[in-house]
C-alpha cells in the first residue's frame, strides 16, 4: 500500500524549525512519508507565525494558492499548525473552507489522530496548551548535515506588553539535561558540527538544580568539535556565570543574541522588558571583559506607542555603544491579544518607515566597519559547503558566525574547520585564503 505523504512549510522563528522537526518524526512513527515537493503530498500543513501581522498575511496569501491545488486536488488535506492555529482557532477553519486541520504547538502529539479525521470529512481542532509538554522522548526527525537545532524549552512566561509568543507558545517549561545531552551525543556520532540550543528565554532554563549555563557546559562536553550556539536571551537573567561558562568552553561560540528592542527607558518600561539600558550595556561590557573579541545581535522594533523622536534617537545610540554584529529591525505592529494592543498607536506610518530605515542604514554602516576592521586577521572556519555563488569558493562561518569565502581547494571538504586570513569585505562576506 502506498504510504500517504506529507509536506510541511516552515515559517516564522527557528523554534519552528525545531517543531516541524518534531512534527515530521511524529508523522513518520505514524506511517507516513515526508514528500520533499508540494505536488507529491496528500497532507500539507503549514508551520505558522504570528509574532507581525505581515507574518501572518503571507500565510493567507498561501493559503490562497492551496484553494487552487484543492480544486485540482479534492483529497489533499490542509492543517495550519504553530501560533497562527493557536491565535486564531475556530476562525481558521470557519473562514477559510480550504483549512481542514488547526493544531497548536502543544498538541502535535495528535496530528495523525486529527489527519485520519480529516480524510473522513472532519476538521479538527487541538488547540489546548500544556504546563508539560516538550516533546522530550521524541528524536527529531533530521536530514544528515552539520547543524543541527534543538529546543531546549518551550514556552515564555516575561509578557513583553509587544508580544503574542506568552499566548500562543503558553508558560515556560525545560527539557531535561539529560534527554538534551543524549540527541548532541547522537549527533555527534552523525558528524554533525554545530548545535544551536533554543528557548523564547534560555535564560530561565530548569532542570532541577541545573541552569542554563550548566545545561551549556554539560553541551559542550560532548563533542569538542561541535560548536555550541545558543538564542535567545533576555538581558534581565543573563549571568554572569553564563558568560564565564561561555569563556570557560572553546567551543561555545563566542556570540549572544541579545534583543534590546528600544534604547530608551521609557519604551523600555512600557514595553515590560524589565531592564534599563544601563543594566543591558552593563551586561554588554561585562561580557566583552570576559570575552574580549566576542560579537552581538540583536532585536529591535521602531514605532512602539509613544515612542517620540528622542526616544529613537537613544536606540540610534545603542546601535552605536555596542556595534552590534547583526540585527533583526521591526516596525511595531499591534497584536490583539496583548498589552500593548490596548495602547494607541500612535506613531504614524510615515514616521515607522523614517525610523526603520534609519536603523537599518545605521545598522549596515556599522557591519560594513565590523567586517573592514577584521581586514588581516586571521579565524578559524567552520566549512559548509561551496558558496552559492560559485563552486570554485568555499563558504564557512567565523565562530562569531561570519559567513567566509576562501578559494576553492582539494582535500578540504564540509565539516573541516580550516585557519583562513580575511583579506578583504562586503557588508555581509568575508573573503579570505587559506592559511597553510
Ligand atoms: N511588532 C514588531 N516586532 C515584534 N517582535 C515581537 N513582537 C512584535 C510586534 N508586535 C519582534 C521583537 C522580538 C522578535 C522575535 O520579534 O523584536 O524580539
Ligand atoms: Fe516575546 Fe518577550 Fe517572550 Fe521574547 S521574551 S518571546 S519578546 S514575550
Sequence with gaps: MRKNSVFIETYGCQMNLADTEVVMSILVSNGY???????????????????????????YGRLGNFKRYKETNPNMVVGILGCMAERLRQDLVEDKKVVDLVVGPDEYRRLPEFID??????????????????????????????????????????????????????????????SIVNEIKQLSARGFREVTLLGQNVNSYLDGSNDFADLLAACAEVD??????????????????????????????????????????????????????????????????????????????AGFPGETWEDHLATLDVMQKVKYDGAFMFKYSPREGTK???????????????????????????????????????????????????????????????????????????????????????TATLIGELVG
Design 117 to 178: 479525521k480529516a480524510y473522513g470529512g472532519e476538521k479538527g481542532i487541538g488547540v489546548r496548551l500544556s504546563r508539560v509538554e516538550t516533546y522530550d522522548d521524541i528524536m527529531p526527525y533530521r536530514e544528515d548535515g552539520l547543524q543541527a537545532w534543538i529546543s531546549v524549552m518551550r514556552g515564555c512566561d516575561k509578557f513583553c506588553t509587544y508580544c503574542v509568543v506568552p499566548f500562543t507558545r503558553g508558560r515556560e517549561r525545560s527539557r531535561s539535561l539529560e
Design 33 to 59: 512519508e515526508i514528500a520533499k515537493e508540494l505536488k507529491e503530498a496528500d497532507v500539507v500543513l503549514l508551520n505558522t507565525c504570528s509574532v507581525r501581522e505581515n507574518a501572518e498575511q503571507r500565510i
Design 340 to 426: 500593548a494592543f490596548k495602547m494607541e498607536d500612535d506613531v504614524p506610518e510615515e514616521q515607522k518607515t523614517k525610523r526603520l530605515q534609519e536603523i537599518i542604514d545605521l545598522q549596515q554602516k556599522i557591519a560594513a566597519e565590523i567586517n573592514q576592521a577584521l581586514t588581516g586577521s586571521t579565524d578559524v572556519v567552520l566549512v559548509e559547503g561551496t558558496s552559492k555563488k560559485s563552486d570554485l569558493w568555499w563558504a564557512g562561518r567565523t565562530d562569531s558566525n561570519k559567513v567566509v569565502v576562501f578559494p576553492y581547494r582539494e582535500g578540504i571538504k564540509k565539516g573541516d574547520y580550516v585557519t583562513v586570513k580575511v583579506v578583504r569585505s562586503t
Design 224 to 301: 569538542p568539535l561541535i560548536r555550541i550556539r545558543y538564542t535567545t536571551s533576555h538581558p534581565q537573567d543573563l549571568s554572569e556565570k553564563l558568560l564565564l561558562t561561555m569563556a570557560a568552553h572553546k567551543n561555545i561560540c563566542k556570540y549572544i543574541h541579545l534583543p534590546v528592542q528600544s534604547g530608551s527607558n521609557r519604551i523600555l518600561e512600557a514595553m515590560n522588558r524589565t531592564y534599563t539600558i544601563e543594566h543591558y550595556l552593563h551586561i554588554i561590557a561585562m561580557a566583552k571583559e570576559i570575552m574580549p573579541g566576542i560579537s552581538f545581535s540583536t532585536d529591535i522594533i
